[in-house]
């Protein structure tokens, strides 16, 4: 059948002073019922942005979206500001990098989570209340009952973490996007947030995207992973393919400090030589081609003139102008040694 979330050839464009930034130029990604995607890349490649896309978040004065978003069958993409409001909360939600951001602090944690529990499901406050101290209780905040009635200063970093996926999965989301959740927590919190994570996917069913930059993360929540360079998907394949025998040299580059598959939690993304392109101008032909070491392996001046196509098959492929025996031979005599 279809697939629950499907993004078809999706552009993201702002209008800035400077000029059109293209933060999302042509990306096109499923994510099957239950499973949880990994976004990996820089910051400016677009990742954030093309989830804001999903859920209706940017903002419609600066920026334009072409594209097919579906979402479980319903077009999100030009749907009405209302559609988009009754779906977000309730049949998908996020978490960010800073509790701070979706807590407010006039409120109390308790309130904030009824709130949209009354709103989408018409509960009674009593019921609403009760839901929320159940919500609590399950992202693993002790006496909820006691803690409902507090506001956010009074939580530490990690409980506010906690109280904001309890705000998050009040509902019942299908769709979770997680843009870099746990960043901002010490290793030992963060190890716990991914835990409580993949529990409450294990219960509940729901589809996540996990944005990121930290490999570490990818290896231990992820089943599928979207490489993203320039607003584009240069690599896609499964956990164990992209950060086991990657195909695209950008991929090499994050891969090549971590050992393979052991990666552990605190394993961050290791800086490539070079910047990120300038999206009000992006590089001709292939856009990594001004930070690759590997282009003069590519006959021609294709990696400057042709921009590579991404190809998918049983959801892997990769967007780079090497063969397919390049890649092999490449991988496994300079960079798997490492
Ligand atoms: Fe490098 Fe060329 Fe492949 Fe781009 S297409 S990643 S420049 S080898
Ligand atoms: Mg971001």
């Not at 996917?201 to 996540?208: A, F, K, L, V, W």
């Not at 930290?214 to 929540?221: C, R």
Request: a neutral charge.
């Amino acid at each position: 059948g279809a697939p629950f979330l499907s993004v078809r050839d999706l552009y993201v464009r702002f209008a800035t002073e400077d000029g059109i930034v293209k933060a999302v130029d042509g990306l096109s990604f499923d994510l099957e019922r239950g499973k949880t995607l990994g976004i990996v890349g820089e910051s400016g490649s677009g990742k954030s942005v093309t989830n804001l896309a999903v859920l209706g978040l940017h903002n419609p004065r600066n920026t334009t979206i072409t594209g097919e978003i579906t979402l479980d069958g319903q077009e999100l993409t030009g749907a009405p500001k209302r559609t988009l409001e009754k779906l977000r909360g309730n049949k998908m939600a996020m978490i960010f990098q800073d509790s701070l951001t979706a807590l407010s602090p006039y409120y109390t944690v308790g309130r904030q989570i009824a709130e949209p529990f009354r709103k989408h499901t018409g509960a009674s406050k009593k019921e609403a209340r009760d839901r929320a101290i159940e919500m609590l209780r399950r992202v693993g905040i002790p006496q909820p009952q006691t803690r409902v009635d507090d506001y956010p200063h009074q939580f530490s970093g990690g409980m506010r973490q906690r109280a904001m996926i309890a705000l998050a999965l009040v509902c019942d989301p299908e769709l979770l996007i997680a843009d870099e959740p746990t960043t901002a927590l010490d290793v030992t919190v963060q190890a716990q947030i991914l835990d409580l994570l993949k529990d409450l996917q294990q219960e509940t069913g729901t589809s996540i995207i996990f944005i990121t930059h930290d490999l570490g993360v990818v290896a231990d929540v992820c089943d599928d992973v979207l490489v993203m360079y320039a607003g584009r998907c240069v690599e896609r394949g499964t956990v164990r393919e992209i950060l086991g025998k990657p195909h695209h040299p950008y991929a090499w580059g994050l891969l090549s400090s971590i050992p393979r598959l052991t990666a552990s939690v605190d394993v961050p993304l290791q800086p490539i030589k070079g910047s990120p392109p300038s999206l009000l101008n992006p590089p001709s032909g292939c856009p990594f081609h001004p930070r690759c070491a590997f282009r003069d392996e590519v006959p021609g001046n294709r990696c400057v003139e042709e921009r590579p196509l991404l190809t998918i098959e049983n959801g892997r492929g990769s967007a780079c102008h090497l063969t397919a025996e390049q890649k092999q031979s490449i991988f496994a005599e300079r960079i798997q040694p490492m």
